[in-house]
């Protein structure tokens, strides 16, 4: 079965999944509380990275931040432009690029870069997070910081939902299973789509007899960190002043936690 980690293809259609309304809405909270927890109080260059469909992207931008917003699924791409458009933002007002977040290259460039709603650890191995940790290290200029939003491995243990339904408004379900493997090392995950009589089409269906719902299995991977795990990640790749917090909003990393929030800085 294929595996969704390296799979542009699973991405774009888990996209309606993973990005229903009240997520993109959810934005722009998310972003105030976050540049509350930076003290960012005046525009700088940010780059977020994977952007997704660019919901924050899009929100920093309208709080006058100039953004850059990179991922490598080209269709969350044009989702974004879109949505920046629905906003009554500019066409340059963030520049999008296509881009894998391991591999990306532009030294010294931003104050700012945010990695958000676990975009990490989907890496066939940890040498992919390392690699990952580096491009956000030499993208930044000295003395700017990192932000990354992720599901700590305290947070996982306390809250692992094996089995989660998500119904969508075309009428497509979600079944979203998950597993801990080694040791809590690793989250497996299984996502099963089952997709109603006369529902837009799928790239890799099991074909039922005409007019029988359809379904489309893929399964993957979710590396977990601990806070002070991802610290010493961080650390290696040069990273200071490496912080951890249990939310947005700046509680402390403890047994009420509800995301593992961490800010690090590139040495002056």
Not at 124 to 148: I, V
Request: net charge neutral; aromatic share 8%.
């Amino acid at each position: 079965m294929k595996s969704f980690n390296e799979s542009p293809e699973f991405w774009d259609d888990m996209g309606d999944t993973l990005f229903p309304p009240e997520r993109i809405a959810a934005a722009d909270p998310e972003i105030d509380a976050l540049l509350a927890l930076l003290q960012v109080d005046r525009p700088v260059d940010v780059l977020d990275m994977p952007c997704g469909v660019g919901r924050h992207s899009i929100a920093l931008a309208r709080r006058g931040h100039r953004v850059t917003g990179v991922d490598r699924t080209a269709p969350y791409l044009e989702r974004a432009r879109r949505h920046a458009a629905d906003a009554g933002l500019a066409p340059d007002a963030v520049r999008w690029l296509v881009g894998d977040m391991r591999e990306f290259d532009e030294p010294a460039r931003y104050d700012l870069v945010v990695n958000l709603w676990t975009s990490f650890g989907y890496g066939p191995d940890r040498e992919d997070d390392r690699r990952a940790a580096r491009a956000f290290f030499r993208t930044l200029r000295p003395g700017g910081r990192l932000l990354m939003d992720l599901a700590g491995k305290e947070v996982v243990v306390r809250r692992l939902q094996t089995h989660r339904w998500h119904p969508r408004a075309d009428g497509v379900i979600v079944l979203e299973q998950a597993r801990a493997v080694e040791d809590f090392r690793r989250i497996e995950q299984r996502w099963i789509t089952i997709i109603p009589p006369g529902v837009g089409a799928s790239p890799t269906p099991t074909q039922p007899p005409q007019g029988m719902a359809r379904y489309v299995e893929r399964c993957g991977s979710l590396r977990l960190y601990s806070a002070c795990e991802l610290a010493d990640l961080l650390e290696g790749v040069g990273f200071i002043a490496c912080r951890a917090f249990g939310s947005a909003q700046g509680t402390p990393y403890d047994h009420e936690a509800q995301r593992l929030v961490v800010i690090a800085q590139r040495p002056a």
